[in-house]
């Protein structure tokens, strides 16, 4: 791709690659330039991950009949994009947090036809990707389980802040660490770090999939291991054996 302008002045990175996207931009009007350009600016599009991989069709050709040959609306049932396919049309790729989620209530209900409980769209956007942020998911879950609402229970909501806070910062401890480590000049002992910290960042991945699942105690515990490791790490980074 070679930086297409889309209408409304969006312009999709010349590294990301699409035949869809690019047609999609030069013929404006069937899908929103908002949407093309979540996905230019997300992990999928800096990856090649492309429209068809969730929607179907075929991207290797530009006729319309056959590019679009399959492809349903997302209020179809049968649409992998359709509410309660989603989760597995993600999980092809994000198995350990589809897994997770998998066993929640959410996931029953979602199933069931619900149309009030998440679904991967609800806290990463449609395809661009992202992280929610410990507020944004509060204010999400309130939407369902704050007073007055659906599900009343207020402490769900302050429950996933809380964690998503604790994500965040062990998050942002690995990121220093790793930092620090970088500026070690002995290359074997560098080497040695940088394998503790992957060790530590193991039970960040494990408190991750737990927070798709919402089981929080199993999160908090993930965590608890991981800022113990990296803690200790960054004190014998900072501060060497000098034997």
């Not at 791709?1 to 990301?16: C, F, I, K, N, Y």
């Not at 994009?81 to 947090?97: F, I």
């Not at 409980?117 to 661009?128: L, S, Y």
């Amino acid at each position: 791709m070679t930086g297409l302008l889309a209408a409304g002045g969006v312009a999709l990175d010349a590294q990301s690659s699409s035949r869809c996207a690019d047609c999609h931009v030069a013929n404006p009007g069937s899908v929103s330039t908002v949407h093309l350009a979540e996905w230019d600016l997300s992990a999928h599009g800096r990856r090649d991950v492309g429209c068809e991989s969730c929607h179907g069709g075929d991207p290797t050709s530009f006729e319309v009949q056959v590019t679009h040959r399959g492809i349903l609306a997302r209020s179809n049932p049968a649409s992998p994009v359709y509410r309660a396919n989603e989760p597995a049309t993600c999980g092809s790729c994000h198995l350990p947090a589809f897994t997770a989620f998998q066993s929640s209530q959410h996931y029953a209900l979602l199933k069931a036809g619900d149309k009030n409980v998440p679904n991967c769209a609800t806290c990463h956007g449609e395809v661009a990707g992202l992280r929610p942020s410990p507020k944004g998911l509060e204010a999400q879950c309130a939407q369902c389980h704050g007073a007055g609402r659906v599900v009343p229970r207020p402490e769900y909501p302050i429950r996933g802040r809380q964690a998503f806070e604790g994500l965040r910062e062990v998050r942002d401890l690995l990121s220093d660490v790793r930092g620090a480590i970088a500026r070690v000049r002995d290359r074997q002992r560098r080497a040695r770090l940088e394998e503790e910290a992957a060790a530590a960042e193991v039970p960040i991945r494990e408190a991750t999939h737990a927070a798709h699942g919402y089981v929080y105690d199993k999160l908090d515990s993930r965590l608890s291991d991981a800022r113990a490791r990296l803690t200790d790490l960054f004190a014998r980074v900072a501060n060497p054996d000098p034997r």
